[in-house]
């Protein structure tokens, strides 16, 4: 398992830039009050409430929503929402704790708020990968996956892939699971392959063994268009946020067909050492997180690449969402030390999220640590 030592709660450090104007939040007076769309959001506390967001950054319809348990005596605390396209399904992870006892359990809720379905994950440490559709799709550090079939309260966990290469699954998009064969080793290409729910692999970029020689970093994370036309991959080192391997680098291929990579870079210089912390596709644009470290503490900021290269979006932001109509939420944050035996840090907000949509953005009355919108 990639061991990342900058955690993000719920989930997905520089000289900041001077932010932009669409970094500075609006009143939003001249926004239309009308839907933006529904938002899930795991709070401070590791709760889960749904909202739904108007133009003008005002909520309606707030709900808690999850955990769906807590145990007695103990705690249940919610992680990395996903949502079906359109909304139709909401998953996330939650963990229940008693004492110095674990248990976890993938949760799937119909439009979010229907009667909620849980799937024991304890034994076999799946976790939510994103949709197929509306059927949720899970895997674990072993190289297997799975798709989930609900029968009323009752899924059924079908197998679809099962590999002794120590196989990474990235995310999901309409025809399938976009995932890596086998793990990067130095001076060895990189295979990634699109999976069908039927178990057809199809190959759609093999990155070159030079890319990986010496000290170069092997490829730590990646992101899915929902759409499928984009995948993006970190190549980089959260082993040793302080230090280990150069800066990280952002490459995009496509999800739909083999491809060749286009090479995304970085914001800034590459002084000092930078690492993507997360990302969001809003109407296939993506929209990451970029941390870096000059003291002890990282600290990051959303940046979007418009084609031109990592354009500052929002200043001091660790958290953001991006809808498939085009609309982004940012959540003004830093890291605050997780008091562990060693460098880990969560997101704790520093004020409300900002709504960016039509040109405008009003901050909208609610603090995140993890956020997806519904539709």
């Not at 994103?130 to 899924?155: E, I, Y």
């Not at 990282?298 to 660790?318: E, F, I, K, R």
């Amino acid at each position: 398992m990639r061991k990342m030592i900058v955690l993000l709660a719920a989930v997905m450090p520089t000289t900041l830039v001077v932010p932009s104007a669409a970094a500075s939040p609006s009143t939003g007076r001249d926004a239309v009050a009308a839907p933006v769309g529904r938002l899930a959001y795991v709070t401070s506390s590791g709760e889960l409430d749904l909202v739904t967001v108007d133009a003008d950054g005002s909520v309606a319809s707030s709900q808690s929503i999850g955990p769906v348990t807590t145990p007695a005596g103990g705690t249940a605390t919610v992680y990395g929402p996903l949502a079906s396209p359109g909304g139709g399904w909401l998953a996330w992870t939650e963990q229940d704790k008693v004492g110095s006892h674990f248990s976890s359990w993938i949760v799937m809720r119909p439009g979010g708020d229907g009667t909620p379905v849980k799937i024991n994950t304890s034994k076999n440490d799946a976790a939510p990968v994103g949709f197929v559709g509306q059927r949720l799709v899970v895997s674990n550090l072993d190289g297997k996956a799975w798709v989930v079939a609900t029968n009323g309260t009752h899924p059924v966990l079908r197998l679809v892939a099962s590999s002794r290469d120590d196989s990474t699954f990235w995310g999901t998009d309409p025809a399938g699971i976009v995932y890596q064969r086998g793990f990067g080793l130095p001076g060895k290409p990189v295979r990634i392959d699109l999976l069908s729910l039927r178990g057809r692999s199809t190959p759609l970029h093999t990155f070159p063994g030079s890319m990986f020689k010496g000290r170069r970093a092997p490829l730590e994370q990646g992101w899915v268009d929902p759409d499928g036309r984009k995948v993006i991959f970190e190549q980089g080192d959260h082993t040793d946020f302080g230090g280990v391997g150069p800066i990280s680098e952002a490459y995009s291929i496509s999800g739909l067909h083999a491809s060749k990579s286009v090479s995304l870079g970085h914001p800034g210089a590459a002084s000092p050492i930078q690492r993507m912390e997360g990302l969001s596709f809003a109407a296939d644009t993506p929209y990451a997180i970029w941390a870096t470290t000059e003291s002890q503490t990282p600290a990051g900021s959303v940046y979007v690449d418009d084609g031109h290269g990592w354009q500052l979006y929002a200043s001091d932001s660790l958290v953001v969402a991006g809808s498939r109509s085009g609309a982004v939420i940012t959540q003004p944050a830093k890291y605050v030390d997780a008091g562990l035996d060693f460098p880990a840090y969560n997101v704790q907000p520093t004020g409300d999220a900002v709504l960016h949509v039509d040109d405008t953005t009003p901050t909208v009355p609610i603090q995140a640590t993890a956020m997806v919108w519904l539709d």
